[in-house]
């Protein structure tokens, strides 16, 4: 077991909530600030949780670690790395200041999403201050209390509206055995159908992208299977680093300097016909897109298909993320409303209205 008391600022925190409460002051709350580049601009008084880190406990055997929001997500991720262990919905950092905090707030997670989980899937407990001042802990700190609909689940991917988040209980797994990664060249729309046809067979698949040129591919687990997949698949070696820089978004289809958007979609759906140049991830689910083509035609055409668009660029658009349908944004400011009643929490981050 892991005890470690590095930093706790809890009490710095509560603290200026509560004078942020009685002068009515709105808060801007960040980490490392490596993800300010999503959602809207937030003009308030910044609330910064670096201050409040370090891993409160840790054992390999129960899968479970539990760190302050400020921790490093390099830090936490170096403690796993020690175990051989990991978190499995693989999250970006975008910055060496990235934060477990802004890890959860955010929600975003990496190649191997599709076949191990989101962020959201891996968060069992949190610690909260909320909208009234006050310092609560909602769900727990063992899979067993996984089970059922949580605040904790709610929090992930709220960018701080609903309040701040100052501890987090994370399942994590072991490593895989074996790990290959490989390329076949084969163009998109043929790559498409392939995923399609191997999502429906024993494949141990852990990531597959295409590039616009050649279709990758990860493969992990038992040496024995991981062996036979790419006998049966063919292609050549590839750097395992790709997944990495497909990741942290250091490819070269990322230097465009065209807006970058976030396509996700349904399953299985085919090329989308816009104006740009595409990338895609999750094995078809999620496509990245270099365009100068207008937001509602970007949303128009992926909305015929089932799924939505965020702007992963700063300022290009007013409402980066998918415009919500009036009885969700209902339902979203009475939640706001409910958790943040004075509303001075990253006030128009997520939406204009919230």
């Not at 605040?151 to 055995?177: D, M, N, Q, Y």
């Not at 094995?283 to 702007?311: E, P, Y």
């Amino acid at each position: 077991m892991v005890m470690r008391h590095d930093a706790d600022a809890s009490t710095a925190l509560l603290e200026q909530v509560n004078h942020a409460l009685n002068n009515g002051t709105a808060l801007r709350i960040q980490g490392g600030n490596s993800k300010a580049f999503l959602g809207r601009q937030v003009a308030a008084e910044v609330l910064d949780t670096r201050a409040h880190r370090g891993i409160v406990s840790y054992d390999p055997t129960e899968l479970v670690i539990t760190a302050r929001a400020g921790t490093p997500l390099s830090e936490l991720q170096a403690a796993l790395d020690q175990a051989g262990q990991m978190l499995t919905c693989e999250p970006p950092h975008f910055s060496p200041h990235a934060t477990v905090g802004g890890m959860v707030a955010t929600g975003l997670s990496g190649p191997r999403r599709p076949w191990s989980g989101s962020v959201r899937d891996m968060v069992l407990g949190t610690r909260l201050i909320t909208g009234f001042g006050k310092h609560l802990r909602f769900g727990g700190e063992v899979m067993k209390n996984v089970a059922g609909y949580d605040l904790s689940r709610l929090l992930t991917g709220s960018f701080g509206c609903l309040g701040v988040l100052t501890e987090v209980s994370l399942k994590v797994l072991p490593k895989p055995r074996q790990c290959v990664s490989l390329r076949l060249e084969m163009d998109a729309a043929v790559a498409l159908r392939k995923l399609a046809e191997w999502g429906q067979q024993p494949i141990p698949l852990s990531a597959a992208s295409h590039d616009g040129r050649a279709l990758h591919l990860r493969l992990e687990g038992g040496e024995g299977s991981v062996a036979a997949a790419r006998e049966r698949l063919g292609g050549e070696l590839l750097a395992a680093s790709y997944w990495d820089e497909l990741n942290e978004q250091r490819l070269e289809f990322f230097a465009d300097t065209r807006p970058l958007w976030r396509l996700s979609l349904p399953n299985n759906c085919a090329l989308l016909d816009l104006p740009g140049e595409q990338l895609i991830d999750w094995g078809g689910a999620q496509r990245w897109l270099k365009s100068d083509a207008a937001a509602a035609l970007i949303r128009a055409v992926v909305g015929t298909l089932g799924g939505h668009a965020t702007c992963f660029s700063a300022d290009h658009c007013d409402t980066p993320f998918q415009p919500l349908a009036a009885p969700l944004l209902r339902y979203h400011r009475q939640l706001k409303a409910l958790l943040d009643p004075q509303g001075i929490f990253n006030v128009g981050r997520l939406y204009a209205e919230i």
